[in-house]
């Protein structure tokens, strides 16, 4: 990799230039799907010299840019947040040797990151905050509300749903790991006790407890009580 890895950086960085004539997403997704299922997780565990936080950048474009089209015809925005998904896998379980080594006597990891590191690595926080924060933009309520308009949205936040919990199977114990996951619950609880509740207060606080609900229903035992996550728990669920 240390061959590779200059190489496969000047291919990204031309094509970070590029302008191409369809949608840029559709163009990267192939390639952020292949990323994340081992070399930008390499690279995010310091195993690998590859600038992370450009693919970061991309694979979070490629959310929002899915999520604008007709995602439901498309499959774009399931396509981009499986992107986040595997990339959790991979930094939990390490790449596959084998498309079919489940016929083989179980994996056979070419490269794994041990559990220890994974929970001590100060950059997944930051990688959880960017797509949370796609998210929490993303999923709200719509404004205008319609049979179809919230299925479609209930739908794709199944999808998100997964990827999540995926994430959350990371999660340490370190500080930046406790306020990348519960600072927005923090944040709209301070905003409901000083202001007045108008719709679109409302559309936020609604999509932060979905999120925040999501993280508490999947919080791992090995990072202990989940702060801030307790009365969320007892909520009925929401979308």
Known sequence: YDVVAPLL???LD????ASFPRPRHEIFLPLLADLSADRWARAIMGDMQLAWQAVAQEAADAVRSAMAGNFQEAGGAEAALAVWQTLAITLREGTREWDD????????????????????NDLLPRLFGILSKELLDLMRLPLEP???ALRSLSEIRAVAQGALARWA?????????????????????RRLLG???TAELAREAEVVLWLSWTLAASWPESAGTAPAAAAVLELSIID
């Open 9 to 11: 950086q000047a291919l």
């Open 14 to 17: 031309n094509l970070y230039a």
């Open 101 to 120: 080594e489940a016929e083989y006597d179980g994996p056979h990891a070419q490269w794994f990151a041990l559990p220890e590191r994974v929970c001590q």
């Open 146 to 148: 319609s049979i179809v």
């Open 169 to 189: 199977s990371l999660v340490g114990v370190t500080p930046a790991w406790q306020e990348a996951m519960w600072a927005p619950l923090r944040q709209i609880g």
């Open 195 to 197: 202001a007045p509740l």
